[in-house]
């Protein structure tokens, strides 16, 4: 219903807000509340006329949450997305926080591609062509992290050593169905669990995952070439027997 100010109001009463009083109310910038809007982790305001936009009461907690998250886990916004919409259904989001820390904390400040190319030595076409390839996978659109620009900086002097982005190929295909089999076991030993008890499993299987995967690539390439009888050795290259 509405307010003699034509404010609309909660079923329990409590006012919607406009925009200059959740401004005040959670000390977040316009711009910053708009792109929460947009991205789905505030609910669309209701427009009493086109120039007037009332918020949920509620948009004031769920900014304090987002920020909360932010400020303590680093979490990129599609991650709170997630969160937020297991929050929506009524469900504690505690074990499924230290999930998407544990996956997403780690990649820090972001910068535009413009600072990337200057970083990496990359050039912006280079930059495109590598992300549809996805031998560059930033965790936002046109914002890459620390780790990112690690990665771009190696493959920039492959680049300059006479790699291809098609030679390179294979490390997303093989990625696909290495993940594919890290999920497909995920979800045969979460089937039966509770949700909270689902998110408290997965914490641990991804961990080992991500060690496992590190692990066994490194001793397996360590192995080859330990094997090795010289690096141009003629039984490799031909496959004869030695």
């Known amino acids: 219903m509405a307010g003699a100010d034509n404010r609309p109001h909660t079923k329990n009463g409590r006012s919607f807000l406009k925009m200059k009083e959740l401004v005040a109310a959670t000390g977040v910038a316009k711009s910053t509340i708009l792109l929460y809007v947009n991205t789905g982790l505030l609910s669309q305001p209701i427009r009493t006329q086109p120039n007037m936009a009332y918020y949920h009461p509620l948009c004031v907690e769920r900014v304090g949450f987002i920020k909360q998250v932010q400020k303590r886990h680093r979490l990129p916004l599609k991650a709170i997305k997630g969160l937020i919409r297991e929050m929506d259904r009524g469900r504690d989001v505690g074990a499924l926080v230290e999930l998407q820390a544990d996956l997403f904390s780690h990649h820090g400040s972001q910068v535009g591609k413009s600072?990337?190319?200057r970083s990496t030595g990359l050039s912006e076409l280079q930059v495109d062509a590598?992300?549809?390839?996805?031998?560059?996978v930033p965790m936002a659109d046109g914002r890459f992290d620390a780790e990112d620009q690690a990665i771009g900086r190696l493959l920039k002097r492959g680049f300059d050593l006479g790699l291809s982005m098609e030679a390179l190929a294979f490390y997303p295909a093989m990625a696909d169905a290495i993940v594919d089999k890290e999920i497909e076991l995920r979800s045969r030993h979460t089937a039966a669990l509770t949700y909270e008890q689902d998110a408290a499993l997965t914490l641990e299987l991804t961990?080992?995952?991500r060690?496992?995967?590190?692990y066994v690539i490194d001793r397996v390439m360590q192995q080859r070439l330990i094997a090795f009888k010289g690096l141009k050795d003629r039984h490799h290259q031909t496959g004869e027997e030695p």
Not at 130 to 136: F, M, S, V
Not at 211 to 214: D, K, P, Q
């Open 211 to 214: 060690s496992l995967r590190a």
């Open 207 to 209: 961990r080992m995952a």
């Open 115 to 117: 600072a990337f190319c």
């Open 130 to 136: 590598l992300c549809r390839a996805r031998l560059l």
